[in-house]
């Protein structure tokens, strides 16, 4: 069974640090792009970014570059989403999800995550 | 970044009814297109992509249409299980947009 398991929920102060992850098992991790979501509270969807964990090639939403970072660790089946310097405005729940594909060129989001919920408040 | 468009933004109806959402590109995205559907509380769950192609345990009464820039989703015959929010999401190119959102309710 394809699984995608996120980490807990977090509460931080703005300007802190933060890291999440999203660990796969029931497939082959390394050969599907692993993509993150973000919806803030009451709000639609949004894309961050996809990775695949093979060669690490990341694909960002120019909106998000710079404001987060992608990576995966291929070894231990996980993909991370981290954050130098929170603000307010990240409080918002994370999705990772898996990326399949149909017909080569048909990408979507089959298997999610739970989601991670992070707060940001002082 | 192609913009996706959705309509209405909320809409009431009735078990046993008939609805389609429609979602709109800003630019061509050829059939590029999926549709997911989530409930309070949960991750999305996919029900349609390439525009047309149902997911695997997904209920027939989902249908999906179009090609270029106007899509829509259409469930047959509502059922109490349906009254979600969908979204259409563009995989044309990245970063893979997703629409505001459909809520459906029950009327």
């Known amino acids: 069974e394809v699984q995608l398991v996120q980490s807990g929920a977090e509460v931080k102060k703005p300007g802190e640090s933060l890291k999440i992850s999203c660990k796969g098992s029931?497939?082959?991790?390394?050969?599907?792009?692993i993509g993150w979501v973000r919806q803030m509270p009451g709000k639609g969807l949004e894309w961050l970014g996809i990775?695949?964990?093979?060669?690490?090639?990341?694909r960002y939403n120019p909106s998000f570059q710079g404001q987060v970072t992608i990576s995966a660790d291929k070894s231990i089946s996980t993909a991370y989403l981290q954050w130098s310097s929170l603000k307010a405005s990240d409080t918002a729940v994370y999705y990772c999800?898996?990326?399949?594909?149909?017909?080569?060129?048909?990408?979507?989001?089959?298997?999610w995550g739970q989601g991670t919920l992070v707060t940001v408040s002082s | 970044d192609i913009q996706m468009t959705q309509s209405p933004s909320s809409l009431s109806a009735s078990v046993g009814d008939r609805v389609t959402i429609t979602c709109r590109a800003s630019?061509?995205?050829?059939?590029?297109l999926n549709w997911y559907q989530q409930k309070p509380g949960k991750a999305p769950k996919v029900l349609i992509y390439?525009?047309?192609s149902l997911q695997s345990g997904v209920p027939s009464r989902f249908s999906g249409g179009g090609s270029g820039t106007d899509f829509t989703l259409t469930i047959s015959s509502l059922q109490p299980e349906d009254f979600a929010t969908y979204y259409c999401?563009?995989?044309?190119?990245?970063?893979?947009?997703f629409g505001q959102g459909t809520k459906l309710e029950i009327k």
């Open positions: 029931g497939y082959s991790f390394s050969t599907y792009w």
């Open positions: 390439a525009s047309s």
């Open positions: 999401q563009q995989s044309y190119s990245t970063p893979r947009t």
């Open positions: 630019q061509t995205i050829t059939n590029y």
């Open positions: 990775i695949y964990p093979v060669d690490s090639d990341i």
């Open positions: 999800a898996r990326q399949n594909f149909w017909n080569n060129y048909y990408y979507y989001f089959d298997y």
